[in-house]
Nanobody, 117 residues
């Protein structure tokens, strides 16, 4: 089992920045990926960015150039630096952890990001 705790959400004006953090604890297997998904009101959850234990990254097109995902494998922590925020970035952001060997997926409880225009 893996537990995920997110932090860093909040209210920010358009054009501002926020940094989300997610700490994983429990049984952490070496081959994995961590990432961020978001869900806006009335919309489906969507992938924002992921980073594998080998360092490969993947981004939602609309956040490329504005968001940066990184991880500290020693601390089992993943970060999402969000710059030039837009009102359409408003959503609940969820941390995700995927184990490659078992295929198990774990989710955090989410942190709300609100961007005011």
């Amino acid at each position: 089992q893996v537990q995920l705790v997110e932090s860093g959400g909040g209210l920010v004006q358009a054009g501002g920045s926020l940094r989300l953090s997610c700490v994983a604890s429990g049984t952490i297997r070496s081959r994995n990926s961590m990432g961020w998904y978001r869900q806006a009101p009335g919309k489906q959850r969507e992938l924002v960015a992921t980073i594998s234990s080998l360092g490969y990254t993947n981004y939602l097109n609309s956040v490329k150039g504005r968001f940066t995902i990184s991880r500290d494998s020693g601390e089992n922590t993943v970060y999402l630096q969000m710059n030039s925020l837009k009102s359409e970035d408003t959503a609940v952001y969820y941390c995700n952890f995927n184990e490659w060997l078992s295929g198990a997926a774990y989710w955090g409880k989410g942190t709300l990001v609100t961007v005011s225009s």
